[in-house]
């Protein structure tokens, strides 16, 4: 009987025991959280929104499970730890889940060629899928604009990914950029600035943003490559506008990661110049001094680049988003992104360029292009992501045209197959934008020869 009577003292014990350490358990996670967002509280709780969702809910969840575990009979702080941890257990098995569908979405933007492929030797005189220009200057050592190479190497294979393990490759034009060369042989029209998204990755040639532009105006270029931002932008602006002079100038702003880019570019020695009156922007055709720098970099990369899995990991913040449930949030459309922080510059680069372009009379226009992650959730979250009026306010500052995608693509009546798996566009998203620049030119175009032909009656 005292054995008996020992026995269930020691399980309730056990059982106080447990509820109290699962309790606690489950209350660090979530108290973990609204902590992150205290620490981060410049992006994470800069609206009602964010506190709400960052540090009201799971906060209130931890101060809950913590008198729980103090406070609750044994039996019900038990049972309550038990629901919660199988909630999260169940809720990280699911983000596990689409952590793997997104990665396996995304190994072509590394250029994975599958187990038996080979990425061909003819592509490896340009930069390998993923890395940058950016980069390159900075492995290059490089302190003054004139001396960095602002497109890939010109009149080479450049791989932007692989698809079904095929390479998606493009002939860099004479200033190494996703164009073909003849364009250069006549005036050009429209001259498209941007990254990734404008420079066409995973998309086969003509199926780009550009190359369906080209079918609707025949002399239009992309001066654009993957992982640049606004500063650098300008850069090339200075460097190949002012030699080449196009009619019509627009530049892309992509919500991902542009405003990251700037911030980052701000560090960057050779740009730091880019606003002064007199700045030196550099020869449009790079050195054969700058082109051997930039191949001993190239071979590196190359020869160290570990294309498959590991890249991948290596290039996103994998266990950061898992624990945050970041992709589980983005289903149910509450997953908010870092709320973005006014930075002037980019009001001035947008200044600097509407002026730049006016020396050759030309015109110009920003192309505002949404993230997919607005389209993924149950329900919108379009409302947080401020930087849309930061960059609409600095186009409006600068007398800027705005060509609003965000509009045109939630008229559509499913944005999120505007999108590919490695969330860059698909060729029908290419189309809209495309559409959206000709439309905005065709209309610049029709309004300047209404004046023309009013000001020849008077």
Same mark, same amino acid.
């Given at each position: ?9 020691? %399980? ?16 660090? /996670? ?21 506190? *709400? ?58 250029? /994975? ?17 993923? /890395? ?65 998204? *404008? ?6 040639? &003509? ?168 389209? *993924? ?13 930061? *960059? ?26 505007? /999108? ?14 495309? &559409? ?9 175009? %029709? ?6 032909? %009013?000001?020849?009656?008077?």
């Amino acid at each position: 009987m005292q054995d008996a009577r020992d026995s269930a003292a020691f %399980s309730s014990n056990n059982a106080q025991r447990a509820g109290l350490v699962l309790c606690l358990l489950a209350a660090t /996670y979530f108290l973990g959280y609204a902590a992150y967002a205290i620490l981060n509280a410049d992006v994470y709780l800069t609206d009602l929104a964010r506190i *709400v969702r960052y540090f009201i809910v799971p906060g209130l969840i931890g101060v809950f499970l913590t008198l729980a575990a103090f406070l609750f009979p044994a039996s019900y702080r038990l049972s309550i730890a038990t629901c919660v941890l199988a909630i999260l257990a169940a809720l990280f098995a699911f983000e596990a889940l689409l952590t793997v569908r997104a990665l396996s979405g995304k190994y072509g933007l590394v250029g /994975y060629m599958g187990k038996e492929g080979k990425i061909p030797d003819y592509v490896k005189n340009g930069m390998p899928p993923a /890395y940058t220009t950016r980069a390159i200057n900075q492995k290059r050592g490089v302190k003054e604009l004139p001396d960095a190479l602002l497109g890939s190497v010109p009149f080479v294979q450049v791989m932007l990914c692989s698809k079904e393990q095929q390479p998606i490759i493009y002939l860099a034009d004479r200033f190494g950029f996703n164009n073909p060369d003849k364009i250069f042989e006549s005036q050009l029209d429209i001259m498209v600035l941007g990254d990734s998204f *404008v420079e066409g990755i995973c998309l086969t040639p &003509g199926d780009d943003i550009v190359g369906q532009l080209r079918q609707q105006s025949s002399a239009s270029a992309s001066f654009a490559l993957r992982g640049t931002g606004p500063m650098y932008q300008l850069a090339v602006l200075g460097r190949y506008g002012q030699e080449l002079k196009p009619r019509h100038t627009v530049i892309a702003f992509f919500e991902g990661n542009d405003w990251e880019n700037l911030k980052g570019e701000k560090t960057d020695v050779w740009l730091k110049d880019i606003l002064t009156t007199e700045t030196d922007f550099g020869d449009a055709i790079p050195t054969q001094e700058m082109l051997a720098e930039t191949a001993t970099v190239i071979d590196e990369w190359w020869l160290k680049s570990d294309i498959g899995t590991t890249e991948l990991l290596r290039r996103n913040s994998i266990m950061r988003n898992f624990l945050a449930l970041q992709k589980t949030a983005g289903q149910l459309g509450i997953h908010y992104p870092k709320a973005a922080k006014e930075q002037p510059i980019y009001n001035d680069i947008i200044l600097a360029a509407q002026e730049m372009v006016k020396e050759w009379d030309g015109d110009l226009s920003i192309v505002y292009i949404p993230v997919v992650d607005r389209y *993924v959730g149950l329900f919108n979250s379009g409302f947080v992501y401020n930087q849309h009026s930061l *960059v609409r306010a600095a186009a409006d500052n600068a007398g800027v045209p705005f060509i609003d995608l965000v509009e045109i693509f939630d008229s559509h009546d499913n944005p999120y197959s505007l /999108y590919a798996a490695d969330s860059h566009f698909s060729k029908e998203g290419a189309a809209i934008a495309a &559409g959206a620049i000709a439309n905005h030119v065709n209309k610049v175009q %029709s309004e300047s020869t209404n004046i023309t032909s %009013s000001l020849e009656e008077d």
